[in-house]
């Protein structure tokens, strides 16, 4: 068979290029993170005293951010970003994996907080440079995750509820567009409720600080259902819809809902499916009632309580178990039954932006042994996380949805190979000419360097 000439086995390979660059399209965070001035705010915040790790924190901070917005979760991954002349499209200089590593463990404790003092101040300036609710309603969701951690040695890995060894972070998300407004590491043995106060406390603070001069009303699942968390809310004048847990009490209440109390919910109704009643009537796939109730005891907390009643599908295994499932929630909102059921069952979005931050943004493990180290490495996967998800709604609000992952905006914008080149003293990036989404590029380049 004759074979063409052209073959892959004759094409040359050089590593040699010191003008190419292997993430040209990093240039629109970084320019975004020049624009907040992002690397100033964490030099005037962060200071490690003495320790090794103490000089240039502001470019090591930086190197870390964008290693993570470049696909690494792993301080071995920050060596791609030194590759050429990526620095140039950085605004930094970029450090090695070794060196990052003495900073990360020079942290403490109060290190942290340091960068807790990052991130309020960066929201805020995120939110003033026209990203802010003002004085409409704003939903906070809050929820936990497991980090999984498989070495032994790591300070604060244990077991929790899900039984894998690794940390239990608390995490404050925004409903618009997925960015997190507040993060705390914590052991991996550490109750879902363990420090939700005082986390609600300085999430709630640190909105109310940045801008947002509306009602606040926090969605959370059942595991955040208690006195202490329910209490924090009333106490900050904020509203909740939390998911109730069951228990005997609950369960007779909800049984004794009479039957024209249901109302049957429109987007979950399926003609035909569920068959009809005694009277013809069609069944509806999902109801849901109310009825007034007092939270944790007699002497507890007067709420509204919200339940959803589904029957599972015909023929499905959950079918030759129950007839039906019930989902209650508790909450002090104003709005119609149907209405505040169907906005807490937004609240399951925090996922997403879990699923983000691990696969996108550097989460998928804590790298060190120490725990203040992966409390900043937790704080940093959020600063990077967050840069994406402005990006997108300053940069690309009209072409691109607000929670467009960060590893979609790495495969379209940030992993854009390129090639450097200088004249007459001026530096210009040479980009491949027709990739297919260039138009977004120089759209939200445009817009970013107009951020003030």
Same mark, same amino acid.
């Given at each position: 068979?004759?074979?063409?000439?052209?073959?892959l +086995?004759?094409?040359?390979?050089?590593f040699?290029?010191?003008?190419? /660059?292997?993430?040209?399209g990093? #240039?629109? $965070?970084? *320019? &975004?993170?020049?624009?907040?001035k992002?690397?100033?705010?964490?030099?005037?915040h962060?200071?490690l005293?003495?320790a090794?790790?103490?000089?240039?924190v502001?470019?090591k901070?930086?190197?870390?951010?964008h290693a993570?917005?470049?696909?690494?979760?792993?301080?071995? +991954?920050?060596?791609v970003?030194?590759a050429?002349?990526t620095q140039e /499209?950085?605004g930094?200089?970029? #450090?090695? $994996?070794s *060196? &990052?590593?003495?900073?990360?463990?020079?942290?403490?404790?109060?290190?942290?907080?340091?960068?807790?003092a990052v991130?309020r101040?960066?929201?805020?300036?995120?939110?003033?440079?026209?990203l802010?609710?003002g004085?409409a309603?704003?939903l906070?969701d809050?929820?936990?995750?497991?980090?999984?951690?498989?070495g032994?040695r790591k300070?604060? /890995?244990?077991?929790?509820?899900?039984?894998?060894?690794?940390?239990?972070?608390?995490?404050a998300?925004?409903?618009?567009?997925?960015?997190?407004?507040?993060c705390r590491?914590?052991?991996?043995s550490?109750?879902?409720?363990?420090?939700?106060?005082?986390?609600?406390?300085?999430t709630?603070?640190?909105?109310?600080?940045?801008g947002?001069?509306g009602?606040?009303?926090l969605?959370a699942?059942?595991?955040?259902?208690g006195?202490k968390?329910?209490?924090t809310?009333?106490?900050?004048?904020?509203?909740?819809?939390?998911?109730?847990?069951m228990?005997?009490?609950l369960?007779?209440?909800?049984?004794?809902i009479p039957e024209?109390?249901?109302?049957?919910?429109?987007?979950?109704?399926?003609?035909?499916?569920?068959?009809?009643?005694?009277?013809?009537?069609t069944?509806?796939?999902?109801?849901?009632?109310e009825?007034?109730?007092?939270?944790?005891g007699k002497?507890?907390?007067?709420?509204?309580?919200?339940?959803?009643r589904?029957?599972?599908?015909?023929?499905?295994?959950?079918?030759?178990?129950?007839?039906?499932s019930?989902?209650?929630?508790?909450?002090d909102r104003?709005g119609?039954?149907?209405?505040?059921?169907?906005?807490?069952?937004?609240?399951?979005?925090v996922e997403?932006?879990?699923?983000?931050?691990?696969?996108?943004?550097?989460?998928?493990?804590?790298?060190s042994?120490?725990?203040?180290?992966?409390a900043a490495w937790?704080?940093?996967?959020?600063l990077?996380h967050?840069?994406a998800?402005w990006?997108?709604?300053?940069?690309?609000?009209?072409?691109?949805?607000?929670?467009t992952?960060?590893?979609?905006?790495?495969?379209?914008?940030?992993?854009?190979?390129g090639?450097?080149?200088?004249?007459?003293?001026?530096q210009t990036?040479?980009?491949?000419?027709?990739?297919?989404?260039?138009?977004?590029?120089?759209?939200?380049?445009?817009?970013?360097?107009a951020?003030t």
């Open positions: 068979m004759q074979t063409s000439s052209h073959t +086995d004759r094409l040359g390979v050089a040699d290029d010191p003008h190419a /660059v292997a993430n040209a990093l #240039l629109l $965070p970084a *320019t &975004l993170a020049q624009h907040l992002l690397k100033e705010l964490i030099e005037g962060l200071d005293g003495s090794p790790g103490r000089a240039n502001g470019s901070a930086m190197t870390l951010i993570m917005l470049a696909g690494g979760d792993s301080l071995a +991954d920050a060596e970003l030194r050429g002349a /499209v950085l930094h200089a970029i #450090l090695a $994996p *060196t &990052l590593g003495t900073f990360l463990r020079s942290f403490t404790f109060g290190h942290v907080r340091q960068l807790d991130s101040e960066a929201l805020a300036r995120a939110w003033a440079a026209g802010g609710p004085a309603e704003y906070i809050m929820d936990s995750t497991i980090c999984e951690a498989f032994l300070q604060g /890995v244990g077991f929790g509820y899900t039984k894998v060894r690794g940390y239990h972070p608390l995490l998300t925004g409903s618009v567009g997925g960015e997190v407004l507040y590491l914590r052991g991996g550490a109750n879902t409720q363990r420090g939700a106060a005082s986390f609600l406390r300085e709630f603070a640190r909105v109310r600080e940045a947002a001069t009602q606040l009303v969605r699942d059942s595991g955040f259902y006195r968390v329910l209490g809310c009333r106490q900050q004048k904020v509203r909740f819809s939390v998911t109730a847990r228990n005997p009490a369960q007779k209440e909800i049984a004794a024209e109390a249901w109302t049957p919910i429109p987007y979950w109704s399926s003609t035909g499916t569920f068959g009809t009643d005694e009277q013809g009537q069944i509806s796939g999902a109801d849901v009632a009825m007034p109730y007092v939270a944790f002497n507890g907390m007067k709420v509204r309580l919200i339940v959803r589904v029957r599972p599908t015909p023929g499905s295994q959950l079918a030759l178990f129950t007839e039906v019930y989902h209650p929630i508790v909450t104003e119609t039954t149907v209405e505040l059921e169907a906005d807490h069952r937004a609240h399951a979005n997403t932006v879990i699923r983000d931050l691990k696969e996108g943004a550097g989460l998928a493990h804590l790298p042994g120490r725990f203040a180290a992966n937790l704080a940093f996967a959020v990077a967050n840069l998800r990006l997108v709604r300053l940069g690309l609000p009209d072409q691109l949805p607000a929670r992952t960060t590893e979609r905006l790495r495969r379209r914008l940030f992993s854009l190979p090639h450097r080149t200088s004249s007459a003293r001026r990036i040479h980009l491949p000419e027709r990739w297919p989404w260039q138009h977004l590029f120089l759209t939200a380049l445009t817009r970013l360097r951020v």
